[in-house]
């Protein structure tokens, strides 16, 4: 194997490395909250599930429209496995993460190509923006898929920085799911947790997915970039 073909691409080492402290930080927190005082995780549970289909609605809702802008969506992922279990939690999630990357994807591209203004301009020239470009250009949806692993860059600009590429939208799409499992699930369950109930082969689970996501992130990091269209 060649040496090009073992060494990170440049700007790759930087996102393996905030995935990696990411995933320490949403491990960290989680185990804050299991530490620190807090309602009965029963108590609010069973306030959620008093509530009815219109607090699960009500909050697929907000994280959608949320996390279409740059607003970190960890806080509902963490608040899903918490409020709603596994089951519905991770559902909630990856439902409603797929519908705001592809509402961002759809409106910036739009708004590219018919009104073409200063906000873009800035998102272009933003320092966080050109790694996350030069991986779009070389490697398309495949670095879409990548750039979803355990949160490497953030989930906003992933959505804005795939708009503004060449990338098609149903790989876009494809790549957007088939990225998010791993740490949805992951911390959705981490989130499950906090309730102090949750089965120990669950949160094993959990850092299983991160170790996978973190590793696939790795070594698509190391793989030669082949340009895509």
């Known amino acids: 194997m ?25 491990i960290a927190v989680v185990a804050a909250g299991l530490l620190m005082p807090h309602p009965a995780p029963s108590t609010i549970r069973a306030w959620a599930d008093s509530t009815g289909p219109w607090f699960l609605a009500l909050f697929f809702v907000a994280h959608v429209v949320v996390t279409v802008f740059p607003v970190p969506r960890t806080m509902f992922t963490v608040s899903a496995g918490f409020l709603f279990g596994p089951v519905v939690g991770i559902t909630v999630c990856m439902l409603a993460s797929t519908l705001a990357a592809i509402i961002a994807f759809l409106g910036v591209r739009e708004i590219d190509r018919r009104h073409p203004s200063e906000v873009i301009a800035r998102l272009r020239e933003h320092r966080a923006y050109a790694p996350v470009a030069a991986r779009l250009r070389t490697r398309g949806w495949l670095a879409v898929g990548s750039l979803r692993l355990i949160a490497p860059a953030p989930f906003s600009l992933v959505n804005y ?66 340009p895509k269209p």
């Open 161 to 226: 920085a795939s708009a503004l590429s060449p990338v098609r939208f149903w790989p876009y799409t494809v790549a957007t799911v088939a990225g998010l499992a791993p740490g949805t699930i992951a911390v959705v369950l981490l989130g499950d947790a906090l309730t102090g109930r949750s089965d120990p082969w669950l949160v094993a689970i959990s850092v299983g997915l991160m170790s996978v996501g973190l590793l696939g992130l790795v070594a698509d990091a190391r793989m030669p970039a082949s």
């Open 2 to 26: 060649g040496a090009n073909e073992t060494r990170f691409r440049p700007g790759d080492r930087s996102l393996v490395i905030r995935a990696a402290a990411g995933g320490l930080v949403i």
